[in-house]
């Protein structure tokens, strides 16, 4: 064993520690765990609300009836998941991040890009995203400020993306049991209430084109996950069947995905005149006790999903040669991720007030001018 190896291998399979290291090769000493952990860890990230808006999307903005969404939907996601399936059979055989085996396609200077693109898009970029849904929902349900509960979603996600890879994994197991049994609840509810038979609504672009966008949407937002597939495999052992990795990933992307999206093309169908934040409009037509829940579901989901975003990101950014201390340099990108992300996500949503219902676009009607669908407030 070489003395470099020593820190990952002392590692190993610890939760309560800080992951060594950057975008390292994984000695086999350090290597644990089992292909069926990915299913979660791919099923958690996606139980949140930017995956319903997706399907919300398809319906509201690209004029698709429930089933021509679902289709497209399934069509996408299920190309996605396909390419995971592929990167993520990859990780146990290299032991490397994604980043690190797209050298191989652009070699060491010519990966910088793709690597740059990533940090920012993900680390940065998505991590303000799917915090921002997360603040709006724990301010709804607890009452906390807007940027407060911005900070504390914040903060939630860095520290496991600090931690680094075993307590990502870990928080991504515990979160699934409850995710799953809070979104099962909530699509019951949802698909009783939903008018499936519902025509595709007007004003939506409609036709193939609309279907083309559902497709090429869900398809990106599902494969904007494969730069990540090496990173949550690598530490399985290298003797692991290469088939299992990549089915587990792979159903754990497709099948969240999927189930989300179309919930959310579901919900576009239920008439309703509730305004206020994208996620007061989703648990609005939901009883009270399920509604909270729902909220804390999407809160939660945001945690897990930006865990991911930031320590990939993280890892994206050292794998652009970024000359860091050897011990602490994706745990320190971590924390730089966290802060810059928390800023962006404060300056157009906890920064600025928001206006009165009048004065917002598509405050309580949808795109077809009736009460039917979602109200964007």
Known sequence: ???????????????????????DHIPEAARHGTPRKLFWTWMSPNMEFATIFIGVLSVTAFGMNFWQ????????????????????ARGPLHGVPQMVLGRVAFGYRGNALPATFMSIMCGVGWFATNSVSGAFALNTLTGLPKVPALLVIVVAQTAFAFFGHNL????????????????ALVTVSVFAEADLGAPAPAGGVGGIGGFLLTVGTAFGYAAGWNPYA???????????SRTATGLYAAAGL?????????LGAASATIAS???????????GNLPNLLADLALLAIAVGAVAANALNVYSGAMAFVTMGVKLPVHTQRALVCVVFGGVGFLVAWWPGGRWPMPPPATRPSCSLSPTGSDRGWAWC
């Not at 064993?1 to 975008?23: C, F, K, N, S």
């Not at 969404?69 to 993520?88: E, R, T």
């Not at 990502?168 to 979104?183: D, N």
């Not at 090496?230 to 692991?240: E, G, I, K, M, Q």
Request: charged fraction near 10%; include cysteine.
């Open 168 to 183: 990502v994994q870990a928080f991504e197991r515990i979160a699934f049991p409850l995710l799953a049994i809070v979104f």
């Open 69 to 88: 969404a679902s289709l497209g939907l399934a069509v996408g996601i299920g190309l996605g998941a396909a390419a995971h399936y592929v990167l993520s």
């Open 254 to 262: 497709f099948i969240s995905c999927l189930w989300l999206s179309m």
């Open 273 to 283: 005149t509730v305004t206020g934040s994208p996620t007061d409009v989703f648990t």
């Open 230 to 240: 090496a990173d949550y495999s690598r530490y399985l052992p290298s003797t692991v």
């Open 1 to 23: 064993m070489a003395l470099t190896d020593e820190p990952q291998v002392a590692y190993g399979d610890r939760v309560a520690a800080i992951e060594p290291g950057g975008d």
